[in-house]
């Protein structure tokens, strides 16, 4: 038989109210009583009926983690930040992956916040607008927005323009003038922030803007970049350089598809990435590439959302990270 709060009291020499006030860590009782209390329950080992406490409490005692890949390096390092926090919380992370599919998304956004499975939510890279975002503060639902910004829910992302700044200033710097930009999903905002950051580089260079050589990857993997290439080949001028904001697995894919025909990286044709996924250190040559701190985006938000369920952080707060331009061989 399961243990019950009353085979705690009985071995401790307590009340039932007490151990319920301990196991719930309430204030008013002596250290002394709280150290026996947990010690006798986790001889005993005894585990609290989660279900019967949500439903005295209206609280799932669940944080929502929603991921638009699972598969997805970039999203997995944000899961590990997530996951290592210094934070000792007491909340079981429940993960949900959309796989990219918008309407799915958004359908997924209502069922948890109305259902009410879970007290609060971190969404890593949603691909929905901000009024898509509203339910979760329509139904009060605390909810964390990360890597993009978002006006009516907590934020925390990076300043995508300045990065993309970086890597075509580089570039520029390097002597390439006629730089191609390899984008994909083009209507969110990071990606929106990046073409920007590329934009006003070139600007800053006197170079004015040509839309033919911005080219649009059908996904962020390596097949879309080895796809891609082909038109890459084809301008003309010939380009020498190629920034992909679409991110490190699409620059990858071109690296493959270069060597693959025989022109050099970065002889014939330099390329960097964003992201700085594990797989850029292990392509030849290593990919040159900006960096995204995914770990820390993960702590801050599992930190800021456990303010807010615990009600020591209230309105909306945003924390932008900076990027690091890392240099290694594909540039």
């Known amino acids: 038989m399961p243990v019950t709060l009353k085979d705690i009291a009985e071995r401790a020499g307590v009340t039932s109210a007490t151990v319920s006030m301990v196991i719930n860590n309430k204030p008013n009782i002596s250290e002394t009583t709280r150290k026996k209390v947990l010690k006798i329950a986790k001889d005993l080992s ?10 005295a409490t209206r609280k799932s005692g669940s944080i929502g983690v929603i991921v638009p890949n699972l598969a997805s390096s970039f999203v997995v390092r944000i899961l590990q930040g997530i996951k290592s926090t210094n934070r000792d919380i007491e909340y079981t992370v429940q993960l949900f992956d959309t796989i990219g599919q918008k309407e799915s998304e958004a359908q997924l956004f209502q069922r948890l916040s109305r259902e009410r499975r879970i007290d609060g939510a971190i969404l890593i890279g949603a691909t929905v607008n901000d009024d898509e975002l509203k339910v979760f503060a329509d139904e009060s639902v605390p909810c964390i927005v990360v890597a993009r910004t978002c006006e009516t829910l907590d934020s925390v992302y990076v300043n995508n323009t300045q990065g993309a700044m970086d890597a075509t200033k580089y570039l520029l710097q390097k002597g390439h003038a006629n730089i191609a930009c390899v984008t994909t999903a083009r209507g969110n905002i990071p990606m929106t922030d990046r073409v920007k950051g590329y934009t006003a580089a070139l600007a800053e260079h006197n170079i004015a803007l040509n839309q033919n050589l911005i080219f649009d990857a059908a996904d962020d993997d390596m097949d879309a970049g080895a796809a891609i290439f082909e038109k890459i080949l084809a301008c003309d001028p010939p380009v020498s350089a190629v920034f992909v904001p679409a991110g ?3 620059a990858i894919g071109i690296i493959k598809e270069a060597k693959k025909r025989g022109i050099a990286v970065p002889g014939k044709l330099a390329v960097v990435g964003f992201d700085d996924i594990p797989a850029a250190m ?3 040559p290593m990919l040159t590439t900006v960096r995204q701190p995914k770990l820390e985006m993960g702590d801050y938000a599992i930190n800021m959302i456990v303010d807010k369920l615990e009600g020591r952080e209230s309105g909306i707060k ?5 990027t690091k331009f890392i240099v290694r061989e594909s540039a």
Do not use: C, S, T
């Open 318 to 322: 945003h924390k932008e990270l900076q």
């Open 248 to 250: 490190d697995m699409v």
């Open 282 to 284: 292990v392509v030849e």
């Open 46 to 55: 005894y585990y609290p009926n989660v279900i019967a406490r949500g439903l």
